[in-house]
């Protein structure tokens, strides 16, 4: 695909950055819009591809991106750009579908990682959830394309997420390590390429088992606590920032 002046584009596939500056009629969360700085320079520092603006590569990295955002900013779905709010549908390794209310509701971890040995995502909230993961990962959880295998309107692609495990999980120790998760997905998108249906695929289990790999802190008085990340990052640290 030959790269496109990011101004000819729909503007949920330009940086999220201006989405969130144009959005100035969402209701956020937190009562105010998400500050990425910190994000950013994780990106920028870490990122293994730097896709050119305007690439297919480029393009599919800030629709997920604004759609993550959108999902665990803006608490109304119908005000979320990325997506056709009335067709909407997701879901993770061939399971459950969701809808765009449900996925507000619950948000991205719960939905899309279940209940397991090591995560019961009926037990927690959308709050609590991400609370977890941004106490476990407190320099974020970054996002990117890796490669992009078809174009629209069914667009198939390989992403990365990443973060440093230096704080605890639930009540298991921190290992300092790098702990990636590597996934693919399926997105089905409208002409000017709004997401009607999102499929992700990834082994949730290794990446629990690499959380829990530095065995349980005894006595630990904090068990199930954290202080909040897609499958895109931790947004009471980017609350707080």
Not at 179 to 198: C, F, N, P, R, W
């Amino acid at each position: 695909m030959t790269p496109t002046q990011s101004n000819d584009l729909p503007l949920w596939v330009q940086d999220r950055a201006k989405v969130i500056a144009a959005s100035t009629d969402a209701k956020w969360r937190y009562q105010k819009p998400p500050d990425y700085t910190r994000s950013q320079q994780n990106l920028d520092k870490e990122s293994i591809h730097h896709h050119l603006e305007g690439t297919l590569e480029a393009i599919v990295e800030n629709l997920v991106r604004t759609f993550e955002m959108e999902v665990s900013w803006k608490t109304n779905p119908q005000q979320w750009l990325s997506v056709v709010n009335d067709k909407f549908r997701v879901s993770s390794n061939g399971g459950q579908e969701y809808t765009a209310a449900e996925l507000g509701a619950k948000g991205t971890y719960n939905l899309f990682m279940a209940d397991s040995e090591h995560y019961k995502a009926s037990e927690e909230s959308f709050e609590s959830s991400h609370d977890i993961f941004h106490s476990t990962f407190p320099q974020g959880f970054p996002w990117e394309v890796l490669a992009v295998y078809s174009g629209p309107p069914h667009v198939t692609f390989k992403w990365r997420h990443w973060g440093h495990f230096q704080g605890e999980y639930k009540d298991y120790a921190p290992t300092g390590e790098t702990v990636e998760m590597i996934g693919m997905s399926v997105a089905h998108v409208t002409d000017d390429l709004k997401i009607v249906s999102l499929e992700h695929y990834f082994d949730n289990a290794l990446f629990l088992e690499k959380l829990t790999a530095g065995g349980k802190i005894e006595n630990s008085g904090n068990k199930g606590k954290g202080s909040g990340c897609p499958f895109a990052s931790w947004f009471q640290g980017l609350k707080k920032s």
